[in-house]
């Protein structure tokens, strides 16, 4: 047990304290006035270069006024820079080449008189050129990215769907299970986002850790039938309506483009499902792959992770009640 505790706390230590973070690196370029622009963007302390700190290319007729300001919050450098920007920007080149590797970062451009638009940078492409008119299809692909990859990087999103499949087992139970909290969370993701109902961000990221330590509570109780073993799937839409304000809350962050709401509602939550079910499947084949090679690892492998996933959100769940 002690063995089992200490490999827990190694792999709880390398997990990231902020669990929810949808974008490593964010830009924002908004206009002010004519010709008048403010850029601001957070880059991680960790990110990129380590702690050099970052400045995003803007277009080539605009040019920065002053030097840009730079503070450290929360592990993450925040700048902020004022910007002229000669005639219109649309057609014009915003780049981040520092990008390596796998990172990525959301790009928001916001003129006054067109609908703003969102772009996502890489290390394969780092640069986007500003449209006039962003099309559906772009903020449809994009949007359905970031859905996708806020499953598959939002920790505590990602741990809870985990244990749910360790949780359940069974094939169609699992089914039911990820289609009760696949409803539920969309249902207040679109009510939530769409300003029908909404709850603090502060309490709702506490209780999402509180259910993934229920879920590993539950999954350490074999000796008897629970409630939610019989019914997981009554308990998979609970839980599931409060991880959609956490989507809501994720979403709100980087913002929705005006004149596609829908579209990029739609491919967002879309996202979320492609990552859910890329989970699932990952669960399901893994586990069945140490029942049919390793069947005696199978035991201390689902303790070890019951207690790697349990230690994990309890340290998030108090971490998020007091901070």
Known sequence: MRALLALALAFFAAFPAMADEIRPFSIEFAEQEKGVWALNWKQPVSALNGTEIILPRIPENCSLQGEPVVRT?????????????????AGQTFALPQLLGGADALLRVLPLDAPAQTHRLTASEP?????????AWQVFTTYLVIGAEHILFGWDHLLFVIALVLLVQ?????VKAATAFTVA????????TLGYAGLPQGPVEALIALSIVFLAVELTTTDRETWTRRWPWIVAFGFGLLHGFGFAGALREIGLPEGEVPAALLAFNLGVEAGQLMVVAAVLLLRSAIQRLVPKAEAPALKFTTYAIGITAAYWLVDRVIS
Do not use: E, M
């Open 185 to 192: 969370h969309s249902i207040t993701l679109v009510a939530s």
């Open 73 to 89: 919050v929360n592990l993450a450098f925040i700048g902020h820079a004022d910007v002229a920007c000669d005639g219109d920007i």
């Open 127 to 135: 640069s986007v050129t500003i449209s006039a008119q962003p099309g």
């Open 170 to 174: 069974k094939g169609w139970a699992v």
